[in-house]
């Protein structure tokens, strides 16, 4: 079985450019999630998806990050325009329906903005 | 959210034992203490969870305080590719998130 699929996994770029990450989760996963990993930091939650709604977005910040899934699959995060914080790994993750089942990981993007 | 605490690192030799410990004093009855961990350069991986009777499984056993309290990640026999971040979090069937700490970073020495 795949796993989550995130592409690209490094991606460098100037500040005040524009940005996306896309995500493919696992077959049959309806619940989609994005995190933000600072080095030496866990994991945070940008937002989740059930399906094609974004049911928790309340860390996503909106003045320059967006997010859509598509039909219920595919996902892409947009960052515009990019600032130095934002360089961090972006990761993918994806479950069953619902918070408490096991979420499988993509790899991550590692961004540079400089 | 009910906060969980672990020690910034830890080490172990090869072939021996590991107990990885956490505690989260104001657990919730209805909390699940999951646990992951992310090897260098990967994305966290799903290990093991248990709500309040120790659980087993391939990769490890958690075994659970009665008071809930504390529990315990036992990697049976660490091999150097067990070396990464571990991370216990508390999941209640109301979480909006999987909130992670900064997690133990566990040292294998060969």
């Known amino acids: 079985e795949a796993g989550v699929v995130q592409s690209p996994r490094y991606k460098i770029i100037e500040k005040k450019q524009p940005v996306a990450f896309w995500c493919n989760p696992i077959s049959g996963h309806n619940t989609l999630y994005w995190y933000l990993q600072n080095l030496g930091q866990g994991p945070e939650l940008l937002i989740r998806?059930?399906?094609?709604?974004?049911?928790?977005d309340s860390q996503l910040p909106k003045d320059r990050f967006s997010a859509e899934r598509l039909k219920g699959v595919d996902s892409t995060l947009k960052i515009q325009p990019a600032e130095l914080g934002d360089s961090a790994v972006y990761l993918c993750?994806?479950?069953?329906?619902?918070?408490?089942?096991?979420?499988?990981f993509g790899p991550g993007t590692r961004l540079t903005v400089t | 959210d009910a906060k969980t605490t672990q020690p910034n690192s830890m080490e172990s030799n090869e072939e021996e034992p590991v107990h990885l410990p956490c505690n989260h004093s104001t657990i919730s009855g209805t909390d699940y203490i999951h646990w992951y961990r992310q090897l260098p350069s990967q994305g966290p991986e799903y290990v093991i969870h248990?709500?309040?009777s120790n659980v087993n499984n391939r990769m490890a056993s958690l075994a659970i305080a009665e008071d809930r309290k504390s529990s315990t990640l036992i990697l049976h026999r660490a091999t150097l590719r067990d070396a990464a971040v571990y991370y216990c979090i508390l999941v209640s069937g109301s979480a909006r998130q999987l909130t992670f700490g900064s997690g133990t970073q566990l040292t294998v020495l060969p």
């Open positions: 998806y059930e399906n094609e709604e974004a049911v928790d």
């Open positions: 993750a994806s479950s069953l329906q619902g918070i408490s089942y096991e979420q499988y």
């Open positions: 248990g709500l309040t």
